[in-house]
Structure formats: structure tokens, C-alpha cells
């Protein structure tokens, strides 16, 4: 047990802090709206349908403006067509009453311009409960920040005066910026909170629901865990894209950092109104990259995955992203997704449906060697686990692996204390995830991985370290949106720091 107490955990971070990293490219507005209860998910439809409970079972909502009122049949209808794009209240519901069956993550993308009349209405009325920074960046640059690392160079595209103000300083010194450029071509580095732009600030809406039954078309439905559906705001002029002007100072950027972790790829469109493609935004994407590495090739790359619905989009980004980035991170719906879009429909499958961590296993095996990856950490409601190649040298590699369990032990502290939270406000906070214990399912997770990196039989893990370590699960989550991103840059952040620290991986 590497952490015993808190001073542990203090101790840990201090490695961190003489850690810079990049991060890009997606914050954003969550704006939050809870559903903890049957009762509350009715209010929540009662603009439309009035006596919601009854109306969404028997449709009985005569006395409804006819503009206004839920039709139920076309929701029964969505919930099989399963719309990868929100436009109409039908869709919305359709896909929310899944999730909540499924108490899975899921994100879909919201396009202003062509919601239906009825559904905007319904939005622009809706009171949300809290608003709190959100996406991968801006999530991740307040945790680091709290976490005292040295330099935190955060891009965004947009960012509003909000956007800039809700990135919270709060380490022992400034240390969230924004890079701007300069005549020369140069980047500077600018206080992110006086950083701002003249941007629309981009506001995502979130959906944290409970564990708790409802009733629907006359059956009833338990969700089985809490978690978030997330309708996901994609401005037109949000364009996930380094300017010209900034792009010339990325590679004397990167001899100053150490790492980066890049995501919100899943902003990119097929098609733009300017003529320019999805292929335009991958290609620039990759350039990044390399300009960040071109000086300092030790620097580690993290990719953060999230969920994208559209298939073609989510093989671009594993195919020209995954080849130049040196980690990824991802949940266990994530890696099934992009197994699916890379040819492996089957595996793809049995994961979604049975969730067994062999399969997971051989799937970001299949990832890892298929697109060269030094590791691969995955991310589920269970366990965190990491798996990279071994080194030959066993003392070595016993050093290795009790380092990557440190580093998943932390990310795991970190997630507990957020969920049983909210936030994470101090490093003093993190006592809340020391606290809460591994789920109930730890010892025999740790077991079977036990068996699988002992094993020899037709599927040879040999080559592997197979790390995991149990997640300690919040039973009642205050929220859950954003733990995989804590979880994720905690244990990227470790890894990079025995790195540099330790010279020994
Ligand atoms: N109640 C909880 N307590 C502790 N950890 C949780 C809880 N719920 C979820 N997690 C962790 O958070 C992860 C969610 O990651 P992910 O799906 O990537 O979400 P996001 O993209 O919103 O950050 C899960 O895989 C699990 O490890
Ligand atoms: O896809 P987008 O719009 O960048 O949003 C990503 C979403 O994922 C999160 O970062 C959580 O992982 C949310 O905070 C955010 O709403
Ligand atoms: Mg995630």
C-alpha cells in the first residue's frame, strides 16, 4: 500500500512540482443539472408535458399545446434508431432514458443551428443547478494547478473573459497560462485569468444522474449507477486548431515542458461552413505534435479519448493521432468504441456487453501494437489499469511496475476524493479518497490480473505489465463528470514524473 496517510500522498505530489506540461485543446462551460430522483426526472419534462409522470406513460396529454407536448411513440422510435446527434426533445429523451439504463457515459454532440423549435424552447428554460469548468483542459489545469505543478501551459481556442476567470490559479504560485504569440513569432506565456479574448464562451450541458427507478411507456427502468449524459455544445467557429502565428513558437515551447496531454478532438466536423475538413484539422493536429517533440524528444504525449459518435471521425483520430502520441487514456466504453471503428466489431461487442477484463486486455493490446503505443490506461467503474511493454531487465521491471501501481493508487485518491466531493479544493482534500475504501470487487480483480500476467497459455501476456490497481468507488457521487480526465492526468502526470525524477523507466 503505497499511501498510508496523507503525508504520503503529500509527498508524492512534491515530486510533481518541478513538472511543466501543455495541455490542449478543449475547455468549456458545464452547466449542471442534477437528477437525483424519479420526481426530479419528471420535472424535468414538465414544460412540455404537465403531469409528466402519467403523460410519459400513457400519453395522455391531451390538454397540452400540441406544439409543446412530448410525443412518446417517436421517443419508443428514437430509442431504436439511436440519434448520434440531438436536434429534437424526442431524440434527447430517447437517448437519455438509454444512458440512464445503461449507467454508462455517454456525450453527444449539440448543434445549435438546427434544433427544433419545441426543444430549444425546452433548453432555454431548463435551470441548471451549478455551472463548473469542464473539458479535458480545463479540468485537468485546475487539479494540476492545486497539485503545485511548476507550469501549466493551458490552449483553448475560445476563451472568453468567464471562460478565462472560472481557471482557478490556487497552487502555491501562478502557474496556469495561456501561450500567446508575439511580432517575432515567439510564445509568451500569459496568466491565463488576464488572458481573454473577445470568444463566445462555449457551455456544455450536463445530465449527473442517480441510482434510482422510473417508469416509462408503462415499464419500469433502474439505472443502475450513477453517471452523466453530456450534450455537448459545438460552436461553428470553434475549430480545434493551433493559429499560424502560435504554431511557429510550439517547438522552442516544448524544450521548456516535459509533457502534454491533448484531447477534444471529438469537436472536429466532417465538413466546415469555410470548406474546410475534418482531414484540414487532423493534419494540423499531427503537426502539433511533432513541433512540440521536435526539440525535445523525451517529451511524453498523452491522449485523452472521449466519446465520439460518429465512427469515421473516432478512426481519424486513432489513426493519425494515436501513431504520434506516446499514451492514451480511455474508459472501457471508449476502447470498445474505437475497436469497433478499426475493423475488431466482435471484441468490440463481447466488451460492451460482458465487460470482462480479459477482453479489455487483449483489445488494448490490439491498440497498443497496432498504432506503436508506449501505454495504454484505462479507466472503469472497477479499476484503473495500465498496460506497456516490459523491460527485459526484471529488476528493472519490478521497479517499473511498482511505480505505474503508485501512480494508479494516486489517480485513484484522486477520483474518490472528487466524487465523493465534487472538487477537489487543496491537496489536504485528497484524506476523503485516502479514506474511501477499494470497491467491492478489489481482491478479486487483483487476483485475476495476478493470473493473467502469471499465465502462459494461448493468449502470452508475456510481453505485458499488466497493472491494476481497484477503483475506490463513491457509492453516492456528489458528480461524476470529469473523474476519468482527474483520473487520467494524475496518473500521466506520475508516470512522467518517475520519469524524470527517477531516471529508471
Ligand atoms: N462513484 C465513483 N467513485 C469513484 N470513481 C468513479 C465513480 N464513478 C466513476 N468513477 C471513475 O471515473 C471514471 C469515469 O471516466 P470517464 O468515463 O472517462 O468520465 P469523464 O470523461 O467524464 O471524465 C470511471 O471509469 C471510474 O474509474
Ligand atoms: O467534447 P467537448 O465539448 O470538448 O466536452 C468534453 C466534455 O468532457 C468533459 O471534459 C468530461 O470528460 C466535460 O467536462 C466536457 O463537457
Ligand atoms: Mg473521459
Redesign the pocket.
Known amino acids: 500500500m503505497p499511501f498510508k496517510n496523507l503525508n504520503d500522498v503529500k509527498k508524492h505530489c512534491e515530486n510533481l512540482e518541478n513538472i511543466s506540461i501543455f495541455l490542449g485543446y ?1 475547455a ?1 462551460v ?1 452547466a449542471l443539472k442534477y437528477i437525483s430522483n424519479e420526481k426530479e426526472f419528471y420535472e424535468l419534462f414538465e414544460l412540455l408535458n404537465g403531469d409528466c409522470k402519467k403523460n410519459l406513460n400513457k400519453n395522455l396529454n391531451e390538454n397540452l399545446n400540441e406544439n409543446l407536448k412530448i410525443d412518446i411513440n417517436k421517443v419508443i422510435e428514437n430509442m431504436e434508431i439511436y440519434p448520434r446527434e440531438i436536434k429534437t426533445v424526442e431524440e434527447f429523451l430517447a437517448r437519455l432514458i438509454l444512458a440512464m439504463k445503461s449507467g454508462k457515459p455517454v ?1 453527444i454532440p449539440l448543434i445549435s443551428a438546427d434544433l427544433s423549435p419545441k426543444f430549444k424552447k425546452w433548453l432555454e428554460n431548463l435551470k441548471f443547478n451549478e455551472e463548473r469548468i ?3 483542459v ?2 485537468i489545469a485546475n487539479l494540476l494547478s492545486i497539485l503545485n505543478l511548476d507550469k501549466i501551459v493551458a490552449y483553448t481556442p475560445l476563451l472568453s473573459q468567464k471562460q478565462s476567470e472560472m481557471f482557478e490559479n490556487k497552487g502555491s504560485h501562478t502557474n496556469i497560462y495561456y501561450p500567446v504569440s508575439t511580432n517575432e513569432g515567439d510564445i509568451v506565456l500569459k496568466n491565463i485569468n488576464k488572458a481573454h479574448k473577445n470568444d463566445e464562451t ?1 457551455i ?1 450541458r ?1 445530465f449527473e444522474y442517480k441510482e434510482f427507478s422510473f417508469e416509462f411507456d408503462n415499464k419500469k427502468i433502474e439505472v443502475p449507477r450513477a453517471n452523466r449524459l ?1 450534450l ?2 459545438r460552436p461553428e467557429n470553434l475549430r480545434i486548431n493551433i493559429p499560424d502565428e502560435t504554431k511557429t513558437g510550439l517547438s522552442e515551447l516544448g524544450k521548456n515542458i516535459d509533457c502534454a496531454i491533448v484531447s ?1 478532438y ?2 472536429i466536423k466532417e465538413q466546415y461552413s469555410d470548406g474546410k475538413t475534418d482531414e484540414y484539422y487532423f493534419k494540423r493536429a499531427v503537426e502539433d505534435i511533432n513541433l512540440l517533440k521536435s526539440k525535445n524528444p523525451n517529451l511524453k504525449v498523452h491522449l485523452e479519448f ?1 466519446s465520439v459518435q460518429n465512427p469515421k471521425l473516432r478512426k481519424q483520430i486513432v489513426e493519425y493521432l494515436y501513431s504520434v502520441v506516446d499514451c492514451a487514456g480511455l474508459d472501457e466504453t471508449e476502447i470498445a468504441n474505437i475497436l469497433n471503428s478499426v475493423g475488431y466489431s466482435e471484441l468490440s461487442e463481447k466488451i460492451l456487453k460482458n465487460s470482462k477484463i480479459e477482453d479489455v486486455i487483449e483489445g488494448s493490446k490490439i491498440v497498443l501494437e497496432n498504432y506503436n503505443l508506449e501505454m495504454i490506461q484505462i479507466h472503469t467503474i472497477y479499476y484503473i489499469m495500465f498496460i506497456c511493454k516490459k523491460i527485459e531487465d526484471k529488476a528493472k521491471n519490478d521497479i517499473k511496475i511498482a511505480q505505474l501501481k503508485k501512480s494508479l493508487e494516486f489517480a485513484t485518491i484522486l477520483a474518490s476524493t472528487k466524487a465523493k466531493n465534487g472538487l477537489i479544493t487543496s491537496i489536504e482534500d485528497l484524506k476523503m479518497g485516502l479514506e474511501t475504501p477499494y470497491n467491492q470487487y478489489g481482491d478479486l480483480l487483483r487476483n485475476l490480473v495476478y493470473k493473467i500476467n502469471e499465465s502462459t497459455s494461448e493468449i502470452t501476456y508475456n510481453d505485458y505489465n499488466i497493472v491494476l490497481v481497484p477503483s475506490r468507488l463513491v457509492n453516492n457521487p456528489k458528480s461524476t ?2 473523474l ?2 482527474t483520473i487520467s492526468s494524475g496518473a500521466f502526470v506520475s508516470y512522467v514524473a518517475d520519469l524524470k525524477n527517477n531516471n529508471i523507466l
Request: charged share 15%; hydrophobic share 25%.
Open positions: 478543449n468549456n458545464d456525450e469542464g473539458g479535458q480545463g479540468i462555449k456544455n450536463i453530456i455537448a455544445s477534444g471529438q469537436s472521449a463528470v470529469g476519468g480526465d
